[in-house]
């Protein structure tokens, strides 16, 4: 830390600082929390961030600051700056790093400016301001308020009763000790996976361990954002650690719940890939509604305000996030019914859960979607489109043919090609080709309904109709063929599509755009790999051909995504996204 007698030497000490470190300017007379500073100076996401009497820069926005500094020097001299003429102040921070900060913004830099809630950071004048400073500080539990801020602002009823209570303490405990968010990601996943051994020994014993230890991950989950959050330790990697292990965990313990099974005499694996299908189809319907009105204009509904006028009666909120089966109240259900039930009715029950809990949310957004008069941007039209993941058959038709105009054509279209495709795999003999000219049908369908921009009232649907479509061709026809490990083979396939799927919505979600389009045009598309299963269970109906074919389109696809996913992560300039926690 410098002290810098003015503006002038403030513009030379910080054009001294090496380009790619962080700086941070700092009113002298400034009275507040130390973590009213960590959140204003010490956040990794934001480029420039200001509270009242302090300002940093991240190396890109760096030069921004320092010509905004060097302006003021000119305009004042050695005094404080003022911000361009025509800006308005966004704040009542008088002070120089305050004025820098308003200067940022007018020449279009963001400047973050975090939500201090009960901390204080002031720059007080006067005696009897300091005093009224000084005394604000001392009323205000720093630490508190710090922990309380480590938990997330919106959670399960599970997680925020039953796990945040002590695992914030568990989040403070790691920070003290040097660890960080991704070292507890990583031992959430080991935790998981051992639990998912455990279950599959097939015994009461192994299945009771695998309850407590799927637990256990869950806690460290919950753990490693509260770390994030208590030390502000965002970054990418950190996010799509979370995102994507959170997935990894509860799709391997599902394997491990179908080995154990299948030890004991119960082959359950039609029933593990069904949750699986069944949760990820839930999630691309809520990432797809999402993207699809992020940005959307006039984004309002009856349905909506009715939603919001419920958010006002406390236990309505409570129950409608405990009927969607979040992760916390899922994974619960899933450690308890393991440890005192089987592995049958553990899925049985996940089934029911997630099938009521999809009926819920998709019928509200429905609702929502056709009550509302919301007029979709170029940007969720584009963002749509990624997540159809259409590969070069869909493309190719979609260049040629144009579907008809109507609001509502491209979900038809989506429809009737998933209807074709799952009632051939469903009710046309196994082995004929019947099903490979239902895939062909699809492609062209598929092809028609990404053919124009999807900025229809329910063209958040196709994207998840694809991947119905797609998932469910794959489970009816592995567990048609009564070929031995076909079922097995598939939730392989299923987990590593579901993979790349998952991974462009993260992209998406952090500002950088879905996968490159080689690499979709490589694992085919979803109308590609789905015509490419139809061929192979046609081909194939005898020995365990079909097995080995579904293994080894399972091993390349994974190994393409997974190549492309680490590569783009480890060294992409994307945006750490994290949710927030509550208010200080």
């Known amino acids: 830390m410098t002290a810098a007698a003015d503006a002038t030497e403030a513009a030379e000490l910080l054009a001294a600082v090496p380009a790619s470190r962080r700086v941070a300017l700092v009113d002298p007379r400034f009275v507040g929390h130390v973590h009213a500073l960590r959140l204003g100076l010490t956040d990794p996401r934001f480029a420039a961030a200001s509270i009242p009497g302090a300002l940093t820069a991240q190396p890109e926005a760096r030069p921004a600051l320092l010509r905004a500094l060097r302006r003021a020097v000119t305009a004042v001299g050695a005094g404080s700056p003022v911000a361009p003429a025509g800006a308005e102040p966004v704040t009542e921070d008088r002070t120089v790093p305050g004025r820098l900060a308003v200067a940022l913004d007018a020449e279009g830099t963001t400047v973050q400016r975090p939500e201090l809630g009960s901390l204080t950071a002031a720059v007080p004048t006067a005696p009897e301001e300091r005093n009224a400073a000084r005394t604000a500080v001392a009323a205000v539990d720093d630490e508190a308020v710090r922990l309380r801020s480590a938990v997330k602002a919106h959670d399960g009823f599970f997680t925020t009763y039953f796990i945040s209570p002590y695992s ?36 009461r014993g192994g299945y009771v361990a695998a309850g407590v230890l799927l637990l256990l991950s869950f806690v460290l989950d919950c753990t490693d954002g509260q770390l994030a959050r208590y030390s502000l330790q965002y970054s990418t990697m950190g996010a799509w650690l979370d995102a994507t292990f959170d997935r ?4 391997a313990y599902y394997a491990g719940l179908a080995l154990g099974a299948a030890r004991g005499g119960d082959d359950v694996w039609v029933l593990a890939l069904g949750a699986m299908v069944l949760q990820a189809c839930r999630h691309v319907v809520d990432f797809s509604f999402n993207e699809a009105n992020h940005d959307a204009v006039s984004n309002t509904s009856p349905t909506a305000a ?27 259900m899933i450690a308890v019914l393991t440890a005192v039930t089987t592995p049958r009715i553990v899925f049985y029950a996940l089934l029911v859960g997630c099938a009521l809990a999809a009926c819920y949310t998709t019928a509200g957004r429905l609702l929502r979607s056709l009550t509302r008069k919301a007029r979709r941007t170029d940007r969720a039209a584009a963002a749509l489109a990624d997540l159809a993941d ?12 144009r579907r008809p105009g109507g609001g509502f054509t491209a979900p038809i279209l989506a429809f009737a090609g998933a209807l074709v495709i799952v009632a051939a795999a469903l009710y046309a003999p196994y082995g004929g080709w019947l099903t490979v000219g239902a895939a062909g049908v699809y492609a062209v369908l598929s092809g028609l309904a990404v053919s124009r ?21 794959i489970l009816v026809l592995a567990a048609r ?18 993979y790349h799927h998952y991974d462009t919505v993260y992209r998406i979600r952090g500002g950088t755009g879905a996968p490159p389009r080689w690499l979709v045009r490589t694992i085919g598309g979803h109308e590609g790999r789905t015509l490419a299963v139809a061929v192979l269970a046609a081909a194939l109906t005898h020995g365990s051909g079909f097995t080995t074919a579904l293994t080894a389109l399972a091993a390349a696809v994974a190994l393409v995504v997974l190549v492309e996913s680490i590569r783009f992560w480890v060294s992409s300039s994307a945006p750490a996204v994290h949710d927030e926690g509550e208010l200080a």
């Open 168 to 203: 914030r303490y568990i989040a403070r405990w790691c920070a003290r000790r040097g660890l960080t968010p991704n070292q507890v990601t990583t031992a959430s996943l080991v935790t998981a996976l051992i639990a998912a051994g455990s279950a599959a020994t097939g015994t």
């Open 248 to 251: 990894a965990k509860e799709y």
């Open 306 to 332: 009715l939603s919001d006028k419920l958010d006002s009666v406390g236990w309505t909120v409570w129950l409608r996030r405990m009927i969607v089966l979040p992760i916390g109240e899922r994974w619960a």
């Open 390 to 401: 259409s590969g070069p058959l869909a493309q190719a038709v979609g260049a040629v043919f």
């Open 453 to 473: 921009p999807l900025k229809g009232a329910l063209d958040w649907l196709v994207p998840p109709v694809f991947r119905a479509a797609e998932y469910c061709t």
């Open 481 to 498: 063929s009564d070929v031995p490990h076909a079922v097995p083979a598939a939730f392989g396939l299923v987990s590593a599509v579901a």
